[in-house]
């Protein structure tokens, strides 16, 4: 017969059996480390890893593409059309005050054939001596009309000077094509500025010599039509003239 202390024990050791089967049950999984599995893995990631770096160089890149494009449009800051438009503007202002005759087809023509034509026949001689003196003022002035015309582009030399250094600066420190460009275009602008000074110069001066040519010629046809009154006259003989007596 078992005694009944054996009994309990016999029971409390099923009951702990039962619990622990129940904790810890037959199907359990149990990991298992594959290294073929785990280096695609790592492989997979890796290749993902590039593509995402891929990804950031172009995005990169673009950025880099939208900012040289920005450089490229930007507008030069300098601009000098204002100050070249007044300086052709003062030269044509002097060229605008000429005297007596201007630059004008039609004044011209008028003049050509009141005063510079033929000596008129039958002018009186103080219309004669009138239109000599007229011939003479009008000389004068273009004479005078020709040195303001230069003293006003040597005066364009000092301002011209300054733009074009500030042309020159803008160009070399330029950050894009654009700006590079107007820069350019600013600076052939200055070139065509001094060159219209320049037309401005050989102009006036040209105006003056070919009225004092003109004053000239005219001063000839006219002598020709004094001497032929005076030598027409009633009453004169012409005859020779001995300057000096002999002894």
């Not at 087809?105 to 510079?116: D, M």
């Not at 005066?155 to 000077?161: A, D, F, P």
């Not at 275009?185 to 320049?198: E, I, P």
């Amino acid at each position: 017969m078992v005694a009944p202390h054996c009994r309990r024990a016999a029971i409390f050791r099923a009951v702990v059996l039962y619990f622990s089967l129940v904790a810890n049950p037959a199907s359990a999984q149990i990991v298992v480390y594959d290294p073929s599995n785990f280096s695609q893995n790592v492989l997979t990631a890796a290749r993902e890893l590039q593509q995402v770096n891929n990804q950031i160089q172009s995005l990169a890149n673009e950025a880099q593409m939208l900012t040289n494009q920005a450089r490229n449009l930007a507008s030069l800051p300098l601009s000098t059309l204002s100050q070249l438009q007044t300086t052709i503007q003062k030269t044509q202002s002097l060229l605008a005050q000429a005297q007596h005759i201007a630059f004008d087809v039609q004044q011209i023509e008028t003049a050509f054939v009141t005063t510079y034509g033929s000596a008129s026949t039958s002018a009186s001689s103080a219309g004669l001596i009138a239109t000599a003196q007229t011939r003479w003022r009008n000389s004068v002035a273009a004479f005078e009309d020709s040195l303001k015309v230069q003293a006003g582009v040597v005066g364009n030399i000092s301002s011209n000077g300054s733009t074009m250094s500030s042309l020159t600066s803008a160009s070399q420190t330029a950050t894009g094509a654009l700006q590079a460009a107007q820069a350019g275009n600013q600076l052939l602008a200055l070139q065509s500025q001094q060159l219209s000074d320049l037309v401005a110069v050989v102009a006036a001066k040209s105006r003056a010599d070919a009225l004092e040519q003109s004053r000239i010629t005219a001063t000839e046809s006219q002598g020709q039509e004094q001497y032929r009154r005076f030598s027409t006259r009633s009453g004169y003989q012409p005859s020779n003239v001995t300057m000096f007596h002999g002894n």
